[in-house]
């Protein structure tokens, strides 16, 4: 008797063959698709004709961080912000931060609350619904992200309209972890989503090393946990803790260790009289070696006044080329106020 013939490896009519494995991983990858689309499909609850106002607002939002992020970290882009958009979102973080100066919550120090009531519950949901929300959830970017942007944009545009870069900003008022923070997310969320063009996706990227070679040997991510909440009496649940984890190099130790020397020293009960004197003291010494120096009898300081605040070449000239800093960074972009932390030697923490 005569075998049968095995059947063919592909068949026109059927598409060739596949392994049962790779069926179920191509059904896998289709569900999780369909389920990925489905969180930006808009539900039975909106309108007709609303998504291109969506859409709308999405792109600004965009727009924005895409504008923060390339001059904090000094990358050129394409991207501008309209004096309309800036006043939309400088009047976005104005009105959180208002509201939020009603409501004390997890508070040391207990205060008169007043919340909005139900009329203006309607209101604002729909405000900031239509402008934060949806363009968060557009984007898949998540909102305390977008908020710290615009929360930037508000603290750091100056009078002129100019916003002038977070990074070093945060550094002064927040310290060494914040800024750890903003790199990471920086470099593992918003640049990745918002920078769809490879090299200016790679140029940020490099930004982000070279701010981070400057203060960190390493940033290796965030770890979170949860805690009983002990904050509240009485209370129950839990609490969240985050945290960084990085190694932080010799400049930041020593940046970390003159802000906490100077917070010390500001926190002192000191008068004002105290604090002219003192920095009347400072000024007069600055102008006379600034004479000295007019006059022929001193040589001036470097221009790019080192890290250590020590006379020798800066830190930075010793490092390859391309990783050079951008030069509107070595004065902060030139509005900031001048973070004297920088300066090792000039806080010492017997001083306080």
């Given at each position: 008797?005569?075998k049968?013939s095995?059947?063919?490896?592909s068949?026109?009519?059927?598409?060739?063959f596949?392994?049962?494995?790779?069926?179920?991983?191509?059904?896998?990858?289709d569900?999780?698709?369909d389920?990925?689309?489905?969180?930006?499909?808009?539900?039975?609850?909106?309108?007709?004709g609303?998504?291109?106002?969506?859409?709308?607002?999405?792109?600004?939002?965009?727009?924005?961080?895409?504008y923060?992020?390339?001059?904090?970290y000094?990358?050129?882009?394409?991207?501008?912000?309209?004096?309309?958009?800036?006043?939309?979102?400088?009047y976005?973080?104005?009105?959180?931060?208002?509201?939020?100066?009603?409501?004390?919550?997890?508070?040391?120090?207990?205060?008169p609350?007043v919340?909005?009531?139900?009329e203006?519950?309607?209101?604002?949901?729909?405000?900031?619904?239509?402008?934060?929300?949806e363009?968060?959830?557009s984007?898949s970017?998540?909102l305390?992200?977008?908020?710290?942007?615009?929360?930037?944009?508000?603290?750091?545009?100056?009078?002129?309209?100019?916003?002038?870069?977070?990074?070093?900003?945060?550094?002064q008022?927040?310290?060494?972890?914040?800024?750890?923070?903003?790199?990471?997310?920086?470099?593992?969320?918003?640049i990745?989503l918002?920078?769809?063009?490879?090299?200016?996706?790679?140029?940020?990227?490099?930004?982000?090393?070279?701010?981070?070679?400057?203060?960190?040997?390493?940033?290796n991510?965030?770890?979170?946990s949860t805690?009983?909440?002990v904050?509240?009496?009485g209370?129950?649940?839990?609490?969240?803790?985050?945290?960084v984890?990085y190694?932080?190099?010799?400049r930041?130790?020593?940046?970390?260790?003159?802000?906490?020397?100077?917070i010390?020293r500001?926190c002192?009960?000191?008068?004002?009289?105290?604090w002219?004197?003192?920095?009347?003291?400072?000024?007069?010494?600055?102008?006379?070696?600034?004479?000295?120096?007019?006059?022929?009898?001193r040589?001036?300081?470097?221009?790019?006044?080192?890290?250590?605040?020590?006379?020798q070449?800066?830190?930075?000239?010793?490092?390859?080329?391309?990783?050079?800093?951008?030069?509107?960074?070595?004065?902060?972009?030139?509005v900031?106020?001048?973070?004297?932390?920088?300066?090792?030697d000039?806080?010492?923490?017997?001083?306080?």
């Open positions: 008797m005569k049968p095995p059947p063919p490896y068949s026109a009519s059927h598409g060739p596949q392994h049962p494995a790779a069926v179920e991983a191509d059904a896998l990858l569900h999780l698709t389920r990925v689309n489905e969180q930006h499909v808009l539900r039975e609850d909106y309108p007709p609303v998504q291109a106002i969506l859409d709308r607002e999405t792109e600004r939002i965009r727009n924005m961080l895409e923060t992020l390339a001059v904090d000094q990358g050129y882009t394409n991207a501008s912000m309209s004096a309309a958009d800036l006043e939309h979102f400088i976005i973080g104005n009105a959180l931060r208002q509201l939020r100066s009603t409501v004390v919550r997890h508070s040391e120090r207990p205060s609350e919340r909005p009531n139900p203006e519950r309607q209101v604002l949901a729909a405000y900031f619904w239509k402008y934060l929300f363009p968060c959830k984007l970017v998540p305390d992200m977008v908020w710290r942007s615009i929360f930037a944009l508000n603290q750091y545009t100056d009078s002129n309209g100019f916003y002038k870069g977070s990074v070093f900003g945060l550094l008022q927040e310290g060494v972890g914040s800024l750890a923070v903003k790199l990471y997310r920086d470099r593992r969320v918003l990745p918002i920078f769809t063009d490879y090299t200016s996706r790679n140029r940020m990227l490099h930004r982000v090393d070279t701010i981070e070679e400057m203060y960190f040997h390493s940033i991510g965030l770890e979170s805690l009983p909440n904050n509240v009496p209370a129950h649940g839990v609490q969240r803790s985050d945290s984890i190694d932080a190099n010799e930041a130790i020593a940046y970390a260790s003159t802000r906490k020397a100077a010390a500001a002192k009960e000191l008068s004002a009289k105290h002219t004197r003192a920095v009347d003291r400072c000024v007069d010494g600055v102008l006379a070696r600034f004479k000295l120096v007019k006059e022929g009898k040589k001036p300081d470097y221009p790019k006044a080192t890290w250590r605040g020590e006379a070449m800066p830190f930075l000239m010793n490092q390859r080329s391309d990783a050079a800093i951008p030069a509107g960074w070595w004065r902060l972009c030139s900031h106020i001048p973070d004297y932390c920088e300066f090792r000039q806080v010492l923490m017997n001083d306080c």
